[in-house]
């Protein structure tokens, strides 16, 4: 089955500075990388995704890239700010309807 | 966006007992639901596959005995803990898969504390 592994497991970084948050997977069928926010005690909330037939996506500060052929996709955050600390997770995904393979996680603390 | 509503929100029981957890659609179909759980400070461990009409597809390592899925409606699957246990402790997140959007939606999460 599919194995997902981020890194970092926690990351600290000045308000105003750039978080990078790396995801590796292992199946080659997986098509979907969804990103998701999870603040303390809710639901994950999907923040950005990218389908296998792009590199790259952007959404305001927050960017997606996906190298399909090293199997590895990163969530670029730039001009952090306090809110955006919070837990995040990667997932893969055959497709966005499919059940989901989570990450372990990346506890990111923007502090002032 | 869509809306998916878990009931009850938290709860806490007794050894032995059991506890049924209800995932609705809101504002859509959903044929198929997934259930998930999460530990404290852990990542979301998929733990079954619900499909609408049919019988539910357990990951590895999860008891399907114990953990009764039933998805008897267009809009809602339940999770069954048996005999809840300590151990049962847990964050359980279900999300609704919209066929026609192709996307899906997490509910809010239930917290279950057993005691």
């Given at each position: 089955g599919e194995n997902v592994e981020q890194h970092p497991s926690t990351l600290s970084v000045q308000e105003g500075d750039s978080a990078v948050i790396k995801c590796t997977y292992s199946d080659s069928a997986s098509n979907y990388f969804p990103w998701y926010k999870q603040e303390l005690g809710k639901r994950p909330q999907l923040i950005i995704d990218i389908r296998s037939n792009v590199g790259e996506k952007k959404d305001q500060r927050i960017a997606v890239t996906l190298n399909k052929t090293a199997k590895h996709f990163s969530l670029h955050i730039t001009e952090?700010?306090?809110?955006?600390s919070a837990v995040y997770f990667c997932a893969a995904s055959i497709y966005s309807g499919y059940a989901l393979n989570f990450g372990k996680g990346t506890s990111l603390l923007v502090t002032p | 966006g869509a809306v998916v509503s878990q009931h009850p929100s938290w709860v806490i029981c007794k050894s032995g007992t059991s506890v049924k957890i209800e995932c609705r659609s809101l504002d859509f179909q959903a044929t198929t639901m997934f259930w998930y759980r999460q530990f404290p400070k852990q990542s979301l461990m998929l733990m079954a596959t619900s499909n609408e009409g049919s019988k539910a597809t357990y990951e590895q390592g999860v008891e399907k005995d114990k953990f009764l899925i039933n998805h008897a409606s267009l809009t809602l699957s339940t999770l069954t803990v048996t005999?809840?246990?300590?151990?049962?402790s847990s964050f359980y997140i279900c999300s609704a898969r919209d066929s026609v959007q192709e996307t899906q939606y997490f509910g809010p999460g239930t917290r279950l504390l057993v005691l």
């Open positions: 952090t700010q306090p809110e955006d | 005999s809840a246990h300590p151990e049962d």
